[in-house]
């Protein structure tokens, strides 16, 4: 039995594979019946084949595990950019609103009352529900000492109405900037009006860099 041990021993990677011809299938499967050393070698063989389909199954898997983190990374980062740039917009665009939909007029020191009465008129002419706050030079001298805190001292010089530097002006505030571009547009160049002062024309990014951080 010697010689035929070591002829199936040699033929049983390829029986345990299923490519052996059916004469030499036969003939293993016979030996094998009555041979306890060929027996042994084929379940050795069959652990040894098992574990090496295992693990190959274990790196394939973890191979597709790898390639859907990198890919979840991605497209985890790009949705979290795509988010941030949303959010940075309507943050500009809702404070562009807020802010180009006010504006300051500053009067000329010798205005009238009728030039003043003029520009009111114009103004709630051309947009309704317009809010419109006279602001005497005296309380603005007052805001801007409250706007200073403990600094005011620095303004103390300017006490009195005779050398207050500030001009009297008009706070406007509108429900739109396309409303204030209208007032804008209705009292430029009007008498009585030193200068005007509005975010309309301003670059909606630039003017929340402004008011967010250098304020
Ligand atoms: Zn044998």
């Given at each position: 039995m010697k010689n035929e041990c070591d002829i199936v021993k040699d033929l049983l990677f390829s029986y345990n594979d299923g490519v052996l011809s059916e004469t030499s299938n036969e003939f293993v499967e016979e030996h094998l019946k009555n041979c306890e050393s060929c027996n042994n070698a084929l379940k050795e063989i069959r652990q040894e084949s098992g574990e090496i389909e295992q693990k190959k199954e274990i790196d394939a898997f973890k191979g597709v595990r790898k390639k859907l983190t990198k890919k979840n990374i991605i497209i985890s980062i790009s949705l979290i950019i795509l988010l941030i740039i949303i959010i940075f917009n309507i943050l500009v665009f809702k404070n562009y609103n807020e802010v180009a939909s006010t504006m300051v007029v500053y009067l000329e020191e010798d205005i009238t009352n009728e030039q003043l009465e003029n520009i009111e008129e114009k103004i709630t002419q051309n947009v309704e529900n317009i809010e419109i706050t006279y602001v005497s030079k005296e309380q603005e001298l007052e805001e801007v000492k409250t706007w200073l805190g403990e600094n005011t001292n620095v303004l103390?010089?300017?006490?009195?109405?005779?050398?207050?530097p500030l001009l009297a002006n008009l706070e406007i505030k509108a429900n739109t900037n396309k409303e204030i571009q209208e007032v804008v547009e209705a009292i430029?160049?009007?008498?009585?009006?030193r200068s005007i002062s509005s975010y309309?024309?301003?670059?909606p990014y630039e003017l929340f860099v402004v008011e967010k951080f250098l304020d």
């Open positions: 103390d010089v300017y006490n009195n109405s005779e050398n207050n430029q160049g009007m008498p009585g009006i309309i024309n301003w670059n």
